[in-house]
């Protein structure tokens, strides 16, 4: 494997669950493979578990990480083709990602959507003009359209605690405050649709996540319906993808409950709003994985520096 | 040890002196003790010796540091219990504790006091969550009642440098700018408490400390009196305690100067303004100790995470 | 040698590039030098290549690099002899310098010019009073007046791509749209200087660089007869010496275009603005050796990190 920048990339992922779950069992077996290698972490964007668990990853294989915030630590980056930089941006990113190339055997990158350009967003300016012009693997840390770490992260997390051979699985919107990206609903779709559950997604109408991304997959847009049954609800906000990045309902009757919930697990990629998101009554008892996801984050990134290791 | 929060933490201030010594002395022989381990380093304030020394002795011990700058690099974290996250907020300690515990094997915090609520900073908000909700091992680098890491540092020091069996140490308050925490001199109060020292306080009227912390010790509102045949000069500033938060005085006659100080050493945890708390002939001379204090910061600091790995 | 803070430190260039090409060879060889020991990189102002191939090589050697911002993870810093801290500097450097040397085994620090008040940049104000105050050698990441890692690296990379004994360099400035420092030129000039090359500086009137640099390099108004057989075309902008800091000429014409480079190299330090300083057609072609020297910034600091613990 060269790249990990899609859940596409997975060629098979009942093997990586497993394999993932051996690194689980025995996180510092493969200690030599990463020695006197750097994983570039770079972010454009804040970041808290992906920041901690990647470079935790790294350091089991034997790997040093080296963080940087783009935007604060360095030089505005230009993405255009042909641009006379005299504005704001200092640096292309033909030299930037060249350049990082030099000093990381692989560079992992977080760049949110701009969640006003629908077509730039789509387009994955950032992570493809990484993925172009850099020399190296790289790694998607959560681009403007998938997340695909959390999407590993969750697969493996499911296939942990199904206690059923097919898993009735849920995904559903809930309400936010603010207009949020569809990367971790798009990345945990598509991971599903690879696994052997019976997979469903439930939102408001006016939030139908990209039907490129959903494809055949059930869409409800009555909860109740949709949470029939249910051994695992994952919940995620995102914004409407039709009216591209718009906040059009904020309706609190879809925030996640535990009466709501049953005795389903409820699954969430963090961080969460409380009692806007979710209640406590969820979160505060074992009807809650999000510790556990939390804590596979670092051997999904294992697994996937593992292979690009091995590969390269 | 499971935590060290407070200098109520230390059991015996003279048995670990001795060990820190030992650390000093040889720094390197506990390598194997933190192999493999990870020390999260939060902060949500501003640092330079507690970053680069608690950096430095977790590397002594053979961990990987990884730091944080919790308001720049991540999310704004709620700390209100039932709250209804629908504002600046987005990740709730009890999340965020238990996340950060999946990848550190201990977590060093540093958060400053409000200075506008006593009962919040007393109530050790962010430091107790902490404590509350992760599920490794909590140092504090600075809360919003505390610098034990800071303390214990000064301990050693003293210890190093008295020439009589029982010196006698002065706490002083100095002038200042700007409204300061209480935190450095409580915990210098609380050590010097603790060990074999004439200790006592100098302070303008209106500027006791919380007479919780204070207890027995003599409070002198006459500096030339305290200061008579002090051995050490241990000097801060703080704003006032009782009309809490504000600055009431900044008498530069409080300034420390090298004929107040006579034969005494000159003692501060730094940052110190020059010529607004003490003056250059101070700081630039042999009366001074605090870069022999700064120095020592780390072998604090490795022995207090040298005693936790050992009890974990 | 104890610190590395002008291209003056280097004693014999050629025998530095021989050195630097071995260590580019092997870089893993000398991993017990810098073991148990740190680097603390310092910086003032923003950094990609510095702050990544910095770290990279002291990893090469072992070390353990710790890094930190300045501005904002810590206090700002006084450079003031005697002045009454009560404004808004609340650490003088005499303390930072000292405190820092009790952490780390190496000090690296960044700290750009005011480009405002000429005779504070030549006087290296932040730079020397590290020099002064540090108890570690100092190792300059760009200061005021000077780059040396930079002008180390871009020698070690013309000694690389020479494909006759002696080579004719040009410095040629560029149009920008930002005020912007001379270091990067100051130290590439005396690194050719050192150099077997025929060196010759090219910049519109207005804008030679400090004549104590320069020296005897010859320096054209016309940049077309500057280029004439030119091997190398080194580019970089600079604000004006004389009229200290300004911008007084963007003249397009003086933009390197494939044309006028004719089969000479180019080089740059970058960040480069494309198409203001070089047009496209260049940096996307053979002709541009911008990303082998960002490689070679790593060969260069490490070479000058192994000196110093060698010699200490």
Redesign the interface.
Known sequence: MKNYTSINDIDNINTWIEEAKKLKANP?EHQELGK?K?L?LL?FN????T???T??AA??LGM?P?V??VS????GI?FGD??????NT???I???A???S???DIIAVRAFPTLTDKEKDNSEQVLNAFKKYASVPIVNMESATGHPLQGLTDAITISEHAKVKKPKVVLSWAPH?KALPHAVANSFAQAMQKMDVEFVIANPEGYDLNPEITGDTPIYHNQEEAFKDADFVYTKNWSSYQDYGKVINTDPNWMITKAKLGDAKFMHC???????VVE?AV??TDSSL??QQ??N??YAAQLVLKKILEDS
């Open positions: 510092l006197n750097t570039g972010f804040s970041s808290l578990r920041r901690l668990s470079q935790k350091l089991n040093a080296i940087m915030n604060g630590d360095a030089w230009e042909g641009t006379i930089m005299n504005g200092a640096e292309h033909k030299e930037a060249a350049v990082v030099q000093y990381c405050v963090l961080p969460v709003r409380r009692n806007v406590d979160l505060d999000v510790i939390a804590n984050r670092t």
